[in-house]
Every structure is written in structure tokens, then in C-alpha cells.
């Protein structure tokens, strides 16, 4: 169940009907402003900000998995991109997978 939830939530995604939304560039973002971000609570903020500290900034997609707690649904749900400097993560999750992912029954 849970691979059909994923490959449907990228689906969605690569689509195109997936609403746009707001982004954060977690290479500079406090741990307030990514515990903003509607999936994240404090302590994944935190393995944000302590991985960044340790490491640099993020510059790919590999390093943000390497992030403790991140999934690949997750991931595909964050759409990570480096883009320069920044690299940035969905603040939220669009509308459609938000009732597709949490709404689904669990078997």
C-alpha cells in the first residue's frame, strides 16, 4: 500500500495538477522557519540544521537523504532542487497529496 501511495503522490506531482506552493531554501533557514514547514516536526528541523552545521550546505539530492527521519515518500512529497546556493523544499504539501497520503485508509 504504502509504494502505491508513493508512486501516486509522484504521479500527481509530475502532472502538472499539483498546485503550486511556497518554498523554503533550508541551506538558510532557522529551525523555526523549517519547523514551519507542514510535514517537519522540531526534531526533523533540527537533523536539518545540525546535518547542515556538520556538513555545508546542501548542494544535492543524496545529502538530503542522508538526513536522519527523511524518507524517499518524503522526499518526493519536499521536491528537493538545488538551484546555486539555495537549496529549497515544498513549505507545504499540495492539497491533492495531502488527502491522497493522509486520508487513505491504512490495511
Do not use: H, W
Not at 526533523?44 to 539530492?61: D, L, T, W
Not at 538530503?64 to 518524503?74: A, E, N, S
Not at 512529497?77 to 491533492?96: Q, S, Y
Amino acid at each position: 500500500m504504502k509504494k502505491v501511495l508513493s508512486i501516486a503522490a509522484i504521479l500527481c506531482l509530475l502532472s502538472g495538477t499539483a498546485e503550486a506552493v511556497e518554498r523554503i531554501d533550508i541551506n538558510s533557514a532557522t529551525v523555526d522557519e523549517l519547523s514551519e514547514v507542514e510535514c517537519f516536526d522540531k526534531e526533523m528541523a533540527q537533523s536539518i540544521a545540525s546535518y547542515r552545521e556538520k556538513n555545508g550546505p546542501f548542494k544535492n539530492v543524496v545529502q538530503f537523504m542522508m538526513i536522519p527521519g527523511m524518507t524517499t515518500d518524503l522526499s518526493a512529497i519536499l521536491e528537493p532542487e538545488a538551484e546555486g546556493d539555495k537549496f529549497t523544499i515544498n513549505m507545504a504539501i499540495p492539497e491533492e497529496l495531502n488527502m491522497e497520503i493522509f486520508d487513505a485508509p491504512v490495511y
